[in-house]
């Protein structure tokens, strides 16, 4: 446990505590046009993890997230909360981080079955149990390393999966680069009110992309499992230019089955087999980061797009 650690650093990062804002305060709100909202600005402003709170309302344009941003400084910005409404630009509230400070966070899920509970992961494969509330989002535990983590490897997704005999599963993801592959790996998990225990790895798998296909190219991006076992990746494009521009889509990857022995196991599609079910090409200039899903075939988007800070947008899963 770290009592004495997040006693120790919650005076670092209390700076980070700011009062609701809407979106278009620190710049212009993005267009109408194409449906993207701004929830962060500049190169500390993006979204590279998002999970939609448990048991708020959602429908059209209406939804309540929380984000993580992938900023590595002491009293940079790690959590925040977005509250999305029809017709209004989207109120950012960024959270203080109390306990061990993460290095850059990467992706986000919620715990299913603990509104206010999430899984966030860095970019280096720790796993943190985080509590949001009460303005301020507390490390819970000391972080927990992914099974079968290795040096060098960049995590981009991960996600929390509870099947119908109440077992919680993990699947998460690197992010390949180019000729290399992502590789998916899945386990059983286990999230007490403090700790999380991960089980051995039961499924690992190499995953790749038709598009994007130029510049450096991360084939996942992201990853969330839906309700029936459907896994769910993003992949982008990233020529390392703070403006890009970048180019992103959006795929049905394959199936989270459990066996008899209850086991996860991965059925991902080969390269050959998929297609972009939403695709952003460098016009759009968008590098979607966190992928969150609503009822029926409607999903939110979130970018990263560097020096534009971080956007949102809703949109039909398979245009």
Known sequence: MIRNTILASAFLCASLVTAPLAAGADGPSDGPSDGWQRVGSGILGGVSGMALVEGAPVGHGLADAVVVRDNKGDREARVATVSL??????????????????GDLEALDAVPGSPGHYIAVTGRGDAYHVVVAHGRATAEADPVALPGRRDGDDYEGFALHRDRSGRTFAVW???GSGDRPAVVYASSVRIGTYDVEFGSVSARQEFTVPFPDQD???HISD?????????????ASDPHAGDGPFA??????????????HDAVLRLKPERELSPLNLFTKRDNR??????????RHAIWGTDDENDGGSVKFDRVGR
């Open 173 to 175: 993801a690197t992010r």
């Open 287 to 296: 590098k979607i980061e966190a992928i969150a899903f609503l009822s029926g």
């Open 85 to 102: 409404r029809p017709g209004q630009d989207p109120v950012v509230r960024e959270l203080a981080w109390f306990g061990v400070v993460p």
């Open 223 to 235: 990853l969330k499992v839906l309700q029936d076992g459907t896994v769910m990746v993003s992949s």
């Open 216 to 218: 450096e190219v991360r």
């Open 248 to 261: 992103s889509a959006v795929y049905d990857a394959g199936r989270l089955t459990v066996n008899v022995a």
